[in-house]
């Protein structure tokens, strides 16, 4: 398998002026003496010829230099320099992913370490992860385990015969589907979680063939729309997933507007280009629990080998929906919150239909214990899970591991501007099909991005589980008695 | 009545319904208030395409330098207003109908309420 | 029956909407690069800008997506995003300029709004913000109403309805029963109570509820010559007895005052076939006065709260809160299917009706979104003598009609989402319907009940 955990290599972005929470000023008096080239411990001034330039002025860290002997604005002699916070910074996110978030998402990408001067552990939406800390956040530990720890799950608890599938980190990729993203999206996805173990997800249109090298670490997504759902697609994958619902539109389909359905996307789908898919609700061939369980048979009856993997929304009987799924045979419980992302979706349905992901988590992880199932099933939470620090406190809810969908694309230069379904799609190539914008993601920058992402989070969830005096991450699960809730919350958190 | 425009950088933390009282006017002349987000939005094209409109004067007001909270966003509209007030003089308009403020208080601004009023009397 | 089908036509505005965001590029530093940023521009508005001598912006700030590519890509530099501060300036705390700018879309297009990315605003918050609504998967379906695959209902009835029917000693009905309005959506028409709005704004309104074929309460005096043909969709609002004489014949509801409930007998004995809608504003005294007036034979209430959805009190309640006690009550009483319950104040956006309507109402009055829905922006400059800035009192009826019409549209189709992902017909089964919906306060702290607060 190569090395463990993978090598990070620096890969930075693709734009001429990435964007920085620091701007530097240079005025007209300053004479090119090149001072601030030495001294600037981020690299920031380059000299172009004779002349000095902040050429790397992203990589400011901005007024935390203030009192330090080498920043640049004292240190100059012209004093021709000035820091000041970036005014297009206003304009970047929301309350969910804020700058700091979306900024400190792509220093990760870059890095693949967290930053020291912004915020990478939580936005600011006055409520659910947002206003939970770990124990250790507020007193001063000195405690930290000096062992290995482990952060491995396994996704059979049934010990019903069929193969073990061990994952070597609490997470795996969420569907997108190929014409809501474009192909080398979902390969440098699927390359990224081969590298670390674990799985990307196909989503609902279709599985591309050049995915297939892949296969041992691609779950195949059967949902409403079937979408290429064919009996080699199931069988050849370790995991199949069904898609009941979606956080984001909870009680409705997908949604592929017509100007993402190319052609390669309309073959893919057995559809016609142009024309607009919007996928059934519910799967009109399951009424009943007793439907669900002839669903889950079907899959196991075609792949003998595969485990099942149920995705559902959180309505306000989600327990009832997981235990359900227990007794049809699945033997993950996917819980998929109602802020998780979407390619597209009505506004409404985002912000007002079924609960998030926190509240969720509790409550099946607590009557799954009271029914006796608990240890049978693995629990998989989603739906705005965006940092290393929210995993970490789904998991201290009470889940088993979780699925990760937005921070990836954030990790490939996603800005949030949430333009993903209008006309050819996203404007940075990301999430669109259309050959001219997808050529903009080259695939080698885009898996090394993922990967990178993905040390920095491996190395912060094994600095939470050492702090907590934890040996494996399996040990945190349902563990509330180490958060704490945030009573009085302000605006800048 | 003569019909001006006034450009106020957000940051100057005045709200509008202030920056109309402290400047008084009569009744006679009238004011439009604009806030821009930063004084660098100001364009020398913008400024040219505003008086092509039936606008008699423009006047903005903007933070001093050394406050500017893009850096230099009031650097830059004081150079392209002095080359628009060039533009404006050669095509016989006069340059009072377009004059740059930096305003470092609420006296300051009273001062420059004034101004304007004197100006405004002096275009044709 | 065919089924109720609004048609929608694209309505632009007469205005150019302030943009969210102010796109900056300056000349001076400029590289003059053969293939500049700005020709790449994924949404070409660097090519579609233009002068607006209307409102003096650079059009560009309309057509930018904020995507950023172009303020990265630019190697000088020289191309900044900032907020615009005139956004920021629209509307008020509750009416924010993100919902304002909704209802602008909503009004213009006729369609729902829908955008890529997931969720972007605060976990929760007060008022219609601290509940959510339910969906349903596998133990239960849902209905697949938006494309129309199955048939979701949103036609309410109002009036009185009688618990039982009495006949006498020849089976036939000794009296004749209450005269009842069906119309088919939730939602009725009415001026808010502020403002100058002039008659090309009644007119939009009546041509609206005509086509749609609901309910514009207007008061006695606002019902001009112009407004007759549209009689068969117009309430009339009237406050004093005198008023009640000067009433055209055929009008089918009118609504009164709290304070001439007392008159209410007499009215209807005066009018058997109208029905009288009575006006209680929100306050603490609502529910009783509601109470006594069911027992004697009130047909329709109209709850009316302030603009930002509360009651008239010294520690205002917000208007689910009050509707859902007042709710309660009546069905205590075992007299709630008795009355129709409209609510009006705070309804801005197409969820708060479904959530109004879960927490016990039958439909809404709007008035002040309607408004919006033309382009107002709530500035309330009319209020201070200052002229309209976008002119409200020469609009085009016909281009008003449809704006109210699109919005309407928008509404309805999100209402059949929220029904049809709970699994529901029709919108009557949604009224009071508080245990399918997830209060945000009490699923909290059933969640986190092990968690240790700070």
Same mark, same amino acid.
């Given at each position: 398998m190569g090395s463990w955990p993978q090598e990070v290599k620096g890969t930075t972005s693709r734009f001429k002026r990435p964007l920085g929470k620091y701007k530097i000023i240079k005025r007209a008096n300053c004479n090119n003496c090149g001072l601030c080239v030495k001294l600037c411990p981020c690299g920031v001034y380059k000299f172009i010829g004779k002349k000095v330039m902040p050429l790397r002025e992203y990589r400011c860290i901005g007024f935390s230099c203030e009192g330090s002997e080498h920043y640049c604005v004292a240190q100059?002699?012209?004093?021709?320099?000035?820091?000041?916070?970036?005014?297009?910074?206003?304009?970047?996110?929301?309350?969910?992913?804020?700058?700091?978030?979306?900024?400190?998402?792509?220093?990760?990408?870059?890095?693949?370490?967290?930053?020291?001067?912004?915020?990478?552990?939580?936005?600011?939406?006055?409520?659910?992860?947002?206003?939970?800390?770990?124990?250790?956040?507020?007193?001063?530990?000195?405690?930290?385990?000096?062992?290995?720890?482990?952060?491995?799950?396994?996704?059979?608890?049934?010990?019903?015969?069929?193969?073990?599938?061990?994952?070597?980190?609490?997470?795996?990729?969420?569907?997108?589907?190929?014409?809501?993203?474009?192909?080398?999206? /979902?390969?440098?996805?699927?390359?990224?979680? /081969?590298?670390?173990?674990?799985?990307?997800?196909?989503?609902?249109?279709?599985?591309?063939?050049?995915?297939?090298?892949?296969?041992?670490?691609?779950?195949?997504?059967?949902?409403?729309?079937?979408?290429?759902?064919?009996?080699?697609?199931?069988?050849r994958a370790r995991i199949v997933e069904f898609k009941y619902a979606q956080g984001a539109k909870p009680g409705l389909g997908g949604h592929l507007l017509g100007d993402k359905v190319t052609p390669d996307v309309a073959r893919m789908r057995e559809s016609v280009p142009g024309i607009s898919l919007f996928s059934p609700f519910p799967f009109h061939s399951v009424y009943s629990v007793e439907d669900h369980k002839k669903h889950v048979d079907w899959i196991k009856e075609i792949n003998p080998k595969a485990l099942i993997s149920v995705k559902v929304s959180t309505p306000v009987d989600v327990d009832m929906v997981a235990i359900g799924s227990y007794y049809a045979g699945a033997h993950i419980i996917h819980l998929d919150g109602s802020y998780g992302g979407t390619g597209a979706a009505p506004d409404i349905a985002k912000k007002n239909i079924a609960m998030p992901i926190e509240l969720a988590i509790p409550k099946v992880h607590r009557f799954l214990l009271e029914e006796g199932v608990r240890d049978e099933m693995v629990i998989i939470a989603s739906g705005g899970i965006r940092t290393a620090y929210d995993m970490a406190k789904a998991i201290a809810l009470g889940a088993d591991g979780v699925v990760i969908g937005t921070a990836e694309l954030v990790a490939l230069e996603c800005t949030r501007c949430g333009n993903c379904e209008r006309g050819r799609?996203?404007?940075?190539?990301?999430?669109?099909?259309?050959?001219?914008?997808?050529?903009?993601?080259?695939?080698?920058?885009?898996?090394?991005?993922?990967?990178?992402?993905?040390?920095?989070?491996?190395?912060?969830?094994?600095?939470?589980?050492?702090?907590?005096?934890?040996?494996s991450i399996t040990e945190l699960v349902g563990k509330t008695d180490c958060l704490f809730y945030i009573d009085k919350w302000s605006e800048n958190g | 009545m003569k019909k001006l425009v006034i450009f106020f950088c957000q940051n100057l933390s005045y709200k509008k319904e202030k920056i109309f009282k402290v400047l008084d006017f009569p009744s006679e002349i009238s004011i439009r208030l604009i806030p821009i987000p930063c004084s660098a939005e100001i364009s020398v094209g913008l400024l040219l395409k505003i008086l092509e409109t039936d606008l008699d004067a423009i006047f903005i007001l903007t933070c001093p330098e050394t406050s500017c909270q893009s850096g230099e966003g009031s650097i830059r509209a004081k150079k392209r207003v002095e080359y628009t007030q060039e533009i404006l003089e050669e095509l016989g308009l006069g340059k009072d109908r377009l004059v740059m403020f930096e305003v470092d208080d609420l006296e300051n601004l009273q001062q420059i309420g004034r101004n304007i009023k004197k100006k405004c009397l002096s275009i044709t | 029956?065919?089924?109720?089908?609004?048609?929608?036509?694209?309505?632009?505005?007469?205005?150019?909407?302030?943009?969210?965001?102010?796109?900056?590029?300056?000349?001076?530093?400029?590289?003059?690069?053969?293939?500049?940023?700005?020709?790449?521009?994924?949404?070409?508005?660097?090519?579609?800008?233009?002068?607006?001598?209307?409102?003096?912006?650079?059009?560009?700030?309309?057509?930018?997506?904020?995507?950023?590519?172009?303020?990265?890509?630019?190697?000088?530099?020289?191309?900044?995003?900032?907020?615009?501060?005139?956004?920021?300036?629209?509307?008020?705390?509750?009416?924010?300029?993100?919902?304002?700018?909704?209802?602008?879309?909503?009004?213009e297009t006729g369609m729902i709004s829908v955008s890529g990315a997931g969720y972007r605003g605060p976990f929760a918050g007060s008022g219609f913000d601290d509940m959510w609504t339910d969906m349903s998967e596998i133990v239960r379906p849902t209905r697949d109403g938006i494309h129309g695959r199955e048939y979701i209902s949103t036609d309410i009835e109002i009036g009185r309805k009688l618990s039982y029917l009495a006949f006498d000693a020849q089976g036939k009905l000794p009296s004749s029963t209450p005269p009842l309005i069906e119309i088919p959506i939730p939602m009725l028409f009415s001026l808010p109570?502020?403002?100058?709005?002039?008659?090309?704004?009644?007119?939009?309104?009546?041509?609206?509820?005509?086509?749609?074929?609901?309910?514009?309460?207007?008061?006695?005096?606002?019902?001009?010559?112009?407004?007759?043909?549209?009689?068969?969709?117009?309430?009339?609002?009237?406050?004093?007895?005198?008023?009640l004489s000067a009433l055209p014949k055929d009008v089918k509801i009118i609504e009164i005052p709290y304070?001439?409930?007392?008159?209410?007998?007499?009215?209807?004995?005066?009018?058997?076939?109208?029905?009288?809608?009575?006006?209680?504003?929100?306050?603490?005294?609502?529910?009783?006065?509601?109470?006594?007036?069911?027992k004697n034979g009130a047909e329709v209430f109209h709850?009316?709260?302030?603009?930002?959805?509360?009651?008239?009190?010294?520690?205002?309640?917000?208007?689910?809160?009050?509707?859902?006690?007042?709710?309660?009550?009546?069905?205590?009483?075992?007299?709630?299917?008795?009355?129709?319950?409209?609510?009006?104040?705070?309804?801005?956006?197409?969820?708060?009706?479904?959530?109004?309507?879960?927490?016990?109402?039958?439909?809404?009055?709007?008035?002040?979104?309607?408004?919006?829905?033309?382009?107002?922006?709530?500035?309330?400059?009319?209020?201070?003598?200052?002229?309209?800035?976008?002119?409200?009192?020469?609009?085009?009826?016909?281009?008003?009609?449809?704006?109210?019409?699109?919005?309407?549209?928008?509404?309805?189709?999100?209402?059949?989402?929220?029904?049809?992902?709970?699994?529901?017909?029709?919108?009557?089964?949604?009224?009071?319907?508080?245990?399918?919906?997830i209060f945000y306060k009490d699923v909290l702290n059933e969640a986190f009940a092990s968690i240790k607060r700070k």
């Open positions: 100059c002699p012209e004093k021709a320099l000035m820091v000041i916070k970036n005014p297009t910074i206003e304009a970047l996110g929301d309350y969910r992913w804020t700058s700091d978030l979306i900024l400190s998402t792509w220093y990760q990408a870059e890095t693949g370490n967290p930053p020291d001067y912004m915020e990478y552990k939580i936005g600011n939406s006055g409520g659910g992860f947002d206003r939970l800390r770990f124990s250790f956040e507020f007193e001063n530990q000195n405690f930290s385990l000096k062992e290995d720890v482990s952060t491995t799950i396994d996704l059979n608890r049934r010990n019903d015969g069929r193969p073990q599938v061990t994952i070597s980190v609490p997470w795996y990729g969420g569907g997108m589907s190929f014409g809501s993203v474009s192909l080398t999206t /979902m390969l440098a996805r699927a390359k990224a979680c /081969m590298e670390w173990n674990t799985f990307t997800c196909t989503g609902e249109g279709g599985y591309p063939e050049a995915l297939i090298p892949y296969k041992d670490h691609v779950i195949t997504q059967v949902a409403t729309g079937l979408f290429g759902v064919r009996e080699e697609t199931i069988k799609g996203c404007p940075r190539g990301i999430a669109t099909t259309d050959m001219e914008l997808s050529s903009m993601v080259e695939l080698e920058w885009a898996t090394q991005r993922i990967s990178n992402l993905f040390h920095s989070w491996y190395l912060q969830l094994i600095d939470i589980l050492k702090r907590l005096g934890m040996h | - | 029956m065919p089924k109720y089908h609004i048609n929608v036509k694209p309505a632009p505005p007469r205005f150019l909407p302030p943009g969210k965001y102010v796109l900056i590029d300056r000349e001076e530093g400029c590289l003059g690069c053969k293939y500049c940023v700005k020709k790449l521009c994924p949404y070409g508005v660097y090519n579609k800008r233009e002068f607006d001598s209307i409102q003096l912006r650079d059009t560009i700030d309309y057509y930018c997506r904020n995507c950023l590519y172009c303020v990265e890509a630019c190697p000088g530099g020289t191309i900044t995003l900032m907020v615009n501060p005139t956004y920021l300036e629209i509307g008020d705390s509750y009416w924010k300029p993100e919902i304002i700018t909704k209802i602008w879309r909503q009004a109570g502020w403002g100058k709005w002039g008659k090309p704004v009644l007119l939009s309104m009546a041509k609206a509820a005509k086509t749609l074929n609901t309910l514009f309460i207007i008061p006695l005096a606002q019902f001009t010559k112009e407004l007759h043909p549209y009689i068969d969709n117009l309430g009339i609002y009237i406050d004093s007895l005198e008023e304070n001439l409930s007392q008159n209410f007998q007499a009215i209807k004995t005066s009018h058997p076939q109208t029905i009288v809608m009575i006006k209680i504003p929100l306050s603490p005294e609502a529910k009783q006065r509601s109470l006594t007036l069911t709850f009316s709260a302030d603009d930002h959805g509360l009651e008239f009190a010294e520690k205002p309640r917000f208007i689910k809160d009050i509707i859902k006690d007042i709710h309660l009550s009546l069905v205590d009483e075992g007299t709630r299917d008795e009355v129709t319950v409209l609510v009006s104040g705070g309804i801005a956006m197409a969820e708060h009706v479904a959530k109004t309507t879960i927490c016990g109402a039958d439909g809404v009055i709007l008035d002040q979104v309607l408004m919006v829905a033309l382009e107002c922006r709530l500035c309330k400059d009319c209020l201070q003598g200052i002229p309209c800035p976008i002119d409200i009192e020469n609009i085009e009826p016909d281009w008003g009609a449809q704006r109210l019409i699109n919005l309407m549209n928008a509404w309805r189709d999100q209402l059949l989402e929220v029904l049809g992902a709970m699994g529901m017909r029709d919108v009557r089964r949604l009224r009071g319907e508080m245990g399918r919906a």
